[in-house]
């Protein structure tokens, strides 16, 4: 099941007082890169992150967003450095020995000296923030490939019809091609009997001109191949994943074939459907680009 490189998924998750959030949305590059941004407090965990993303994702450009709410009352906690106001208290001494001035300094004023009393948060589980997390994260993944694998069955039923659409203008230039050869022949003999008039044309040099120019604008072999070529894509797109360069390579190819019938091409009709088939092809290379 082919899937597009766009996408959009979002997951949340609350647990043990704690909120998670993971907004994830997709577009199209030419390798997987991807952007994470998230609460300072979460950042160890970022190649956990990108490593689980790989279950899910292997080409795109992919942005995730997180967002983390911790509603647990005991978030922080004073913390009290009884070595660093003993320190202060010697130096007020020193200052008062010093100076001859009175040491006024009372417990609230030592307090509000800095670092004596400070809040810092509690320690995590980082296990239990993990599983949180990674819930959350799960859950948008899914939607992300979902919405990705919606849009690839678009995509690939309409790049099908190009194809067969494609198919019936090589089954057209292959018809018109003997046709091409019998007005060439046509033409070729009331050209010689205008000129000769009442002499004898041997049929032999009528028809070995005819071979050179029937060998000149034979597509026989850049039909066969690009026949060939479309089937290809269509069995390609009914593997599962990962076949964006693949696919892109079977177009490239594609084109190379329809270029050189235009260019032996001696006919308008046939001008006009190998144009067509490049128009069609420039099409498909355009959708495969979206296609992980």
């Known amino acids: 099941m082919i899937k597009s490189m766009t996408g959009f998924g979002r997951g949340e998750v609350t647990k043990d007082n704690r909120k998670f959030s993971v907004e994830m949305k997709g577009v199209n590059h030419r390798y997987l890169d991807v952007n994470i941004r998230m609460p300072k407090k979460l950042n160890f965990f970022e190649t956990s992150i990108r490593t ?100 690839g069955e678009s995509l690939k039923k309409d790049i099908i019809l190009k194809l067969d659409g494609m198919l019936q203008l090589v089954s057209y230039i292959e018809e018109r091609s003997p046709e091409i050869v019998a007005q060439y022949r046509t033409k070729l003999e009331e050209k010689v009997q205008d000129l000769l008039a009442d002499t004898q044309v041997e049929e032999s040099r009528i028809a070995a001109e005819v071979i050179i120019f029937a060998d000149k604008i034979c597509t026989d072999e850049e039909v066969v191949r690009l026949r060939s070529h479309v089937e290809h894509m269509k069995s390609t797109l009914e593997e599962k994943e990962g076949i964006g360069r693949k696919l892109d390579f079977i177009a490239q190819e594609m084109n190379r074939e329809a270029n050189t019938i235009l260019s032996k091409a001696n006919d308008l009709e046939v001008s006009n459907c190998a144009i067509d088939l490049k128009t069609e092809i420039e099409k498909v290379r355009e959708q495969i680009q979206n296609i992980e």
Not at 99 to 124: G, H, K, Y
Request: proline content about 1%.
């Open 52 to 151: 689980y993303l790989k279950k899910y994702v292997h080409r795109g450009k992919v942005d995730i967003f997180i967002t983390y709410d911790d509603m647990s009352e005991n978030q922080v906690a004073l913390k009290y450095n009884e070595t660093l106001a003993e320190e202060y208290l010697t130096y007020f001494r020193q200052m008062e020995e010093k100076f001859q001035l009175e040491n006024d300094i009372r417990v609230s004023a030592l307090s509000r000296c800095p670092e004596v009393i400070t809040m810092e948060e509690q320690s995590i589980d980082e296990e239990e923030l993990w599983n949180g997390l990674r819930e959350a994260l799960d859950g948008a993944c899914r939607q992300f490939v979902d919405t990705r694998t919606t849009e």
